[in-house]
């Protein structure tokens, strides 16, 4: 079964205006972080965001939000003020403590910001 | 910069030939993952060591065996290549096997492509 399921294969957003990239995951695991990921075209992969399990706020880091909705084991990245350095891959990842804290991926959105 | 090393950044090779993929993580992190990424299969988890010790293993191929040396460094090894094994491969790090909301650090990868 698909632990982490990214829904939009591609996604086009204006530059300045806000974009959400959606992700569900699932675990039995009470104790798990979710993660986001950028790859641009360059090849690496950076970490943009984190929400743990236990976290009881939405992260921010800068530019980036994850909007968590734990029922709905849903963790969607918003990006506020798309800039045309955003277009890139972007992929969404579980760490589980009882899996040996190995991130699992989903296949990734890729977006394009047009100006 | 993610802080972890991955040398060679381009490996060309052919068939039926042996690699070795090394990786130095980040200082102070003793858990080290090998990651796949091709086109069709997105980023597979390959195996995990944490302070030289194998700790889980994913979707590698007996072809494949990798290493976690004293010094934290970690080698992963391509046998009998194939034209199918040409991807690119990460190396990632984080301070412990658990989750504890610390992110995997990525290197900048090895692109291998097997002609």
């Known amino acids: 079964a698909q632990k982490i399921t990214q829904t939009q294969p591609g996604m086009f957003v204006q530059e300045k205006e806000a974009v959400t990239l959606d992700c569900t995951y699932d675990?039995?695991?009470?104790?798990?972080?979710l993660f986001w990921y950028k790859q641009p075209s360059s090849g690496e992969m950076i970490f943009l965001i984190y929400?743990?399990?236990?976290?009881?706020q939405n992260a921010t880091e800068g530019r980036y939000s994850l909007n968590f909705q734990k029922a709905r084991k849903s963790a969607n990245l918003v990006i506020s003020a798309s800039q045309l350095g955003d277009s890139a891959m972007y992929f969404c990842?579980?760490?589980?403590?009882?899996?040996?804290?190995?991130?699992?991926f989903g296949d990734g959105t890729t977006l394009t910001v047009k100006p | 910069d993610s802080g972890v090393t991955q040398t060679p950044k381009h490996l060309i090779t052919a068939t039926g030939q042996r690699v070795t993929l090394r990786c130095s993580p980040r200082?102070?992190?003793?858990?080290v993952y090998w990651y796949q990424q091709s086109l069709d299969q997105g980023l597979q988890f390959l195996i995990q060591?944490?302070?030289?010790?194998?700790?889980a293993k994913g979707n590698i191929l007996e072809r494949f065996s990798a290493q976690q040396f004293p010094d934290l460094h970690s080698e992963l090894n391509l046998s009998s290549l194939e034209l199918g094994d040409s991807a690119l491969y990460f190396c990632?790090?984080?301070?412990?096997?658990?989750?504890?909301?610390?992110?995997?650090?990525f290197g900048n990868g090895t692109r291998l492509t097997v002609t």
């Open positions: 990632a790090s984080s301070p412990t096997h658990r989750v504890n909301g610390s992110p995997l650090h």
């Open positions: 675990t039995s695991d009470p104790s798990y972080g």
């Open positions: 929400q743990g399990s236990y976290d009881q």
């Open positions: 990842a579980m760490r589980e403590n009882t899996n040996a804290g190995k991130s699992t």
């Open positions: 200082s102070g992190d003793l858990s």
């Open positions: 060591y944490y302070n030289g010790e194998e700790r």
